[in-house]
Nanobody
Framework: QVQLVESGGGSVQAGGSLRLSCTAS????????MGWFRQAPEKEREGVAS???????LYADSVKGRFTISKDNAKKTLYLQMNSLNPEDSAMYYC????????????????WGQGTQVTVSS
């Protein structure tokens, strides 16, 4: 069964950077519709960024200009480059995918990673 494995989380000072990665454990899986979410304690889960099969990225307003989402289709790996981090970015970050990928990436995500913690100190 396909699984998503995340890495790259950690603790950084405000203004620092982190790069998150999410790789499918089964390289034969097709993961064309993917995104990143985050959830802070006692807060609702929010979408951070998503990427369409044609490579078009979408970002939450709170991270636009600071975060960059990208993917390597051959490696079935999703990335999130996070720059200029601030304490408000502290959360558990999850990668997610829609499998099989629907046309135009419509619908809900149905495959999730285990999460990786990001902590930003002031």
């Amino acid at each position: 069964q396909v699984q998503l494995v995340e890495s790259g989380g950690g603790s950084v000072q405000a203004g620092g950077s982190l790069r998150l990665s999410c790789t499918a454990s089964t390289y034969t899986a097709s993961l064309d519709c993917m995104g990143w979410f985050r959830q802070a304690p006692e807060k609702e889960r929010e979408g951070v960024a998503s990427i369409r099969r044609d490579g078009t990225p979408l970002y939450a307003d709170s991270v636009k200009g600071r975060f960059t989402i990208s993917k390597d289709n051959a490696k079935k790996t999703l990335y999130l480059q996070m720059n200029s981090l601030n304490p408000e970015d502290s959360a558990m970050y999850y990668c997610a995918a829609k499998v099989p990928p629907p046309t135009y990436c419509a619908g809900a995500y149905n495959l999730w990673g285990q999460g990786t913690q990001v902590t930003v100190s002031s």
